[in-house]
């Protein structure tokens, strides 16, 4: 069974930064998503196992970063100068490498980001 654990989100001021962490049980191509309230789930970013390709969202570039640890099935996203409406639930997945969330088979169990202005 696979198994996502997330973590590092926090409470943070505008501007500052995060590291989130999802450790896989395995390895397997993942994406980055985020959900406000009362909003749709958003894709983020995400990295490709074969070959270790990735891309982000249009609206995150040149603020997140997503990357891996091979060694540790841990995949993480950076995320620098941070804005109130970052603010979200910020979920991993596993099993593709799309912007769409119904590709995904697996998922975590979200971890809060909130940012105050």
């Known amino acids: 069974q696979v198994q996502l654990v997330e973590s590092g989100g926090g409470l943070v001021q505008a501007g500052g930064s995060l590291r989130l962490s999802c450790a896989a049980s395995?390895?397997?191509?993942m994406g980055w998503f985020r959900q406000a309230p009362g909003k749709e789930r958003e894709f983020v970013a995400a990295?490709?196992?074969?070959?270790?390709?990735?891309y982000s969202a249009d609206s995150v570039k040149g603020r997140f970063t997503i990357s891996r640890d091979n060694a540790k099935n841990t995949v993480y996203l950076q995320i620098n100068s941070l804005k109130p409406e970052d603010t979200a639930v910020y979920y991993c997945?596993?099993?593709?490498?799309?912007?769409?969330?119904?590709?995904?088979?697996?998922w975590g169990q979200g971890t809060q980001v909130t940012v105050s202005s």
């Open positions: 997945a596993a099993g593709a490498w799309t912007m769409t969330p119904d590709d995904y088979p697996y």
């Open positions: 395995g390895r397997y191509s």
């Open positions: 990295n490709r196992w074969s070959g270790g390709s990735t």
